[in-house]
């Protein structure tokens, strides 16, 4: 089995679904430290051809809370301001438009909550039929070191094989990993902003098999 666990971002780029394509599990990991200024919900989208980065407003948001327990700002101007923004960026795209709606609708609690189903809804579109589960939902034991909590969650799947995004390189071995019995493999794919810029267009799908395991 291959499996794959990265934190839950809004609407990632290209390569992120990359990695859920060719796992045969792939695991949310949204029981750790939450990241100020990073990515689980920050983006970029496209408006009139530049990028500008937005951000989901959250309330008390803190790096010593767990992914989920960060509560969205669904009450906010920011909140608002931003999807007027989305409203009007998308407005030609139907797709993209419509898993905003459904995300709108639904009013997710936590940004994990809301990053999951911006994945969840974004992977059906792409017709990906990769397992997803939550590690929060997962019993296995966690330690202060970061690679053998990902390996315990390989051990506790029976995987042998675990996939990470390029960047992983400069935090884990594949020594370390073989030795616990898992073989690492980096995937490296394609960057890009925000997918509600592309997912509208048809070889969306094409590009989404353009990548290589390293």
């Known amino acids: 089995m291959k499996i794959a666990i990265m934190q839950p971002y809004f609407a990632p780029y290209l390569g992120y679904f990359q ?4 796992a045969d599990l792939f695991v949310f990991y949204d029981d750790v430290n939450f ?4 990515w689980i919900n920050r983006n970029f989208i496209k408006i ?3 990028s500008h980065r937005f951000t989901i407003p959250l309330i008390k948001a803190s790096q010593n809370k ?3 327990e960060v509560d969205v700002n ?4 920011e909140m608002t301001k931003l999807l007027k923004t989305f409203e009007h960026t998308l407005k030609n795209k139907p797709i993209a438009s419509g898993i905003i709606e459904s995300i709108i609708l639904e009013k997710p609690k936590t940004i994990a909550d ?3 189903m911006s994945i969840e809804l974004i992977c059906s579109e792409l017709d990906i039929k990769t397992q997803l ?3 929060s939902q997962l019993e296995y034991t966690k330690v202060s070191d970061k690679a053998l909590n990902l390996i315990g969650i390989c051990k506790l799947h029976k995987a042998t094989n675990y996939i990470n995004a390029e960047g992983g390189q400069k935090l884990y071995s594949k020594e370390e990993f073989f030795n616990h019995g898992v073989s690492l493999q980096f995937l490296k794919g394609l960057s890009s902003t925000s997918l509600l810029n592309i997912i509208d267009i048809p070889t969306t799908k094409n590009k989404l098999y353009n990548y290589e395991c390293i």
């Open 74 to 77: 669904w009450n906010c101007k």
């Open 48 to 50: 009139q051809d530049r």
């Open 19 to 22: 990695l859920i394509e060719e």
């Open 35 to 38: 990241i100020n200024r990073g």
């Open 66 to 68: 767990k992914i989920n």
């Open 133 to 135: 589960k939550r590690s």
């Open 114 to 116: 809301m990053a999951i």
